[in-house]
């Protein structure tokens, strides 16, 4: 049966314009190679993060472990980010160094694709051991990434690559995880078979990684004489850049970073805390299979690719705080609606309101933390900022673990979702009292 063009909904097909018509603008540029570049990071993580729990089930892990996956990366990266930041700060060349960084991460996969031949015992401790290991160079070449997203765009530019790389991977996610939970769950025939197609997908994941380190090397940094064109007199803090203690202590001290850095955290700590809950609850008490959760990313990610364009706009118009909150308090109604779901087909239509607010969340999240520091130093502040949210990341997932040992795990998303509600809310205080001072 054929489908005339008119007869698509008209919001979808301006949806697919819009996406023909901002690549055609882009392409070759800077934000070119930045979307390409996320296009291929989003397609390495998304071939096994969204079955990482289902995995690790299968290699014999339980609620314990779950928990674990979630924790240990963030207590990893919170270790090793300020010193990292440190010795990232004496590179000459920093791009050179992320994309090391990004290949040592990428190579980590390769290690894990073994771990289904070793002794049934470790395997579940070595799999979230390896994550957690993997999270080192990741977190480090992130923050020096986004590091760099403030050195190759400018403000304004900044905003719109952020929200276009946000809005094109989000098209990305759901094509890449579909197409791997259907593979997971109809192609082998027996549970040997399903683990030898992990390993294929945690190869697979290595090489498109090495593609990925390729299409960073094709982002231009500008020279520094080149950066100091045009721009505005310097932040307060940007006069300093002595010894790393001294541009620790001013940046504990510089009022506005503060202002944005500790609600943005208070609301990522009541953030990460659901997730190992909303995993236990898929995976355990739903019994969710790999086809499942990889429609639950379906709806989630082609929900936010359509929702894209709305936030985009609501950041130009209005800013990032109402973005933020307005994004925060849809995500917290979603810990109000889960208890109540019977099964997988119904969790996986309510996660419309998750990929929703999620791309509102991430992109003022990302715009906001570099709208908050200054140019010189940049690294440094990104750093402080990744690793109290690796903090709150190792912390988050053991408060859920008592939350729901305490008192179930459907009172926890109540609690929890409360918790969203009052981190939103501080948010929005602390925002509206920046802007009228």
């Given at each position: 049966m054929r489908i005339k063009i008119s007869e698509i909904p008209l919001h979808i097909r301006v949806g697919f314009r819009s996406f023909s018509h901002d690549l055609k603008q882009i392409r070759g540029t800077n934000i070119w190679h930045f979307i390409m570049y996320g296009l291929l990071?989003?397609?390495?993580?998304?071939?096994?993060?969204?079955?990482?729990?289902?995995?690790?089930?299968?290699?014999?892990g339980g609620e314990f472990e779950i928990a674990l996956l979630s924790a240990l990366p963030g207590a990893v990266a919170a270790i090793v980010l300020l010193p990292g930041a440190i010795i990232f700060r004496r590179f000459t060349n920093k791009k050179r160094a992320t994309a090391a960084f990004i290949l040592i991460s990428r190579a980590v996969l390769l290690l894990i694709?073994?771990?289904?031949?070793?002794?049934?015992?470790?395997?579940?401790?070595?799999?979230?051991?390896?994550?957690?290991v993997m999270n080192?160079?990741?977190?480090?070449?992130?923050?020096?990434?986004?590091s760099l997203l403030g050195t190759i765009f400018s403000g304004?530019?900044?905003?719109?690559?952020?929200?276009l790389r946000t809005k094109f991977g989000q098209a990305m996610i759901p094509i890449v995880t579909i197409s791997a939970g259907?593979?997971?769950?109809?192609?082998?025939?027996?549970?040997?078979q399903r683990m030898v197609l992990y390993q294929i997908f945690f190869v697979t994941a290595f090489l498109l990684g090495v593609a990925e380190v390729v299409i960073f090397n094709r982002l231009k940094v500008p020279t520094e004489e080149e950066q100091t064109v045009g721009t505005p007199s310097p932040h307060p803090c940007e006069l300093f850049e002595k010894s790393s203690t001294k541009t620790l202590t001013l940046i504990f001290r510089d009022k506005r970073f503060l202002t944005f850095f500790i609600p943005a955290v208070c609301f990522l700590f009541t953030w990460q805390a659901a997730w190992p809950i909303v995993n236990i609850f898929m995976v355990i008490n739903r019994g969710a299979n790999e086809l499942d959760l990889a429609l639950v990313a379906l709806v989630t990610g082609l929900t936010a690719f359509f929702s894209?364009?709305?936030?985009?706009?609501?950041?130009?118009?209005?800013?990032?705080?109402?973005?933020?909150?307005?994004?925060?308090?849809?995500?917290a109604g979603n810990m109000f609606i889960f208890p109540f779901v019977p099964n997988m087909q119904i969790m996986a239509a309510v996660h419309v309101i998750t990929g929703f607010s999620a791309v509102g969340i991430n992109t003022a999240l990302l715009n906001g933390v570099l709208e908050h520091t200054p140019d010189k130093n940049r690294l440094m502040y990104l750093a402080v900022y990744n690793t109290a949210q690796n903090i709150s990341l190792f912390i988050a997932p053991f408060f859920a673990h008592f939350l729901f040992s305490v008192i179930g795990?459907?009172?926890?998303?109540?609690?929890?979702?409360?918790?969203?509600?009052?981190?939103?809310?501080?948010?929005?205080?602390?925002?509206?009292r920046e802007t009228s001072a």
């Open positions: 990071f989003d397609m390495v993580n998304n071939l096994w993060r969204p079955f990482s729990v289902r995995f690790l089930e299968r290699l014999g694709a073994f771990v289904p031949m070793l002794p049934a015992e470790i395997r579940p401790i070595l799999f979230v051991i390896l994550v957690a080192c160079p990741d977190a480090l070449s992130q923050t020096s990434l986004q304004t530019t900044r905003g719109q690559a952020i929200a259907l593979a997971i769950t109809f192609i082998p025939n027996t549970d040997e894209g364009g709305f936030w985009q706009r609501l950041l130009r118009k209005r800013g990032n705080t109402v973005t933020f909150v307005a994004a925060g308090f849809l995500l795990i459907y009172y926890a998303m109540f609690a929890i979702g409360a918790l969203r509600i009052a981190s939103t809310g501080f948010v929005w205080f602390k925002m509206r």
